[in-house]
């Protein structure tokens, strides 16, 4: 099993940047692919970007704005969100798929 505690949310404004963090713990050397997803109100909530195998894949929508990272020590997972937009608005959630775990997710919110 594996725990995902994320933080680094807030309020900022268009064009500006926000850097989440995804703290894990449980049995991570066996985690190969960490994924970081977000769910606007009312909507559904959609991939925004996974890690794994050497290889990064981003959704259109924030493609050339976001970049995800892991630690060297395999315990944390960054999601860098740069010229941010009102649309990026939403609740980011940490997820590692080999296990189903989510964290309690993060607020996210752009200003025009």
């Known amino acids: 099993q594996v725990q995902l505690v994320e933080s680094g949310g807030g309020l900022v404004q268009a064009g500006e940047s926000l850097t989440l963090s995804c703290a894990l713990s449980?049995?991570?050397?066996?985690?190969?692919?960490m994924a970081w997803y977000r769910q606007a109100s009312g909507k559904q909530r959609e991939l925004v970007a996974n890690?794994?195998?050497?290889?990064?894949n981003y959704a259109d929508s924030v493609k050339g704005r976001f970049t995800i990272s892991r630690g060297n020590a395999k315990n944390t997972v960054t999601l860098q969100m740069d010229s941010l937009k009102p649309d990026d608005t939403g609740v980011y959630y940490c997820?590692?798929?080999?296990?189903?775990?989510w964290g309690q997710g993060t607020q996210v919110t752009v200003s025009p």
């Open positions: 997820h590692a798929p080999q296990f189903n775990s």
């Open positions: 449980g049995s991570i050397f066996s985690i190969d692919v």
């Open positions: 890690i794994g195998g050497g290889k990064t």
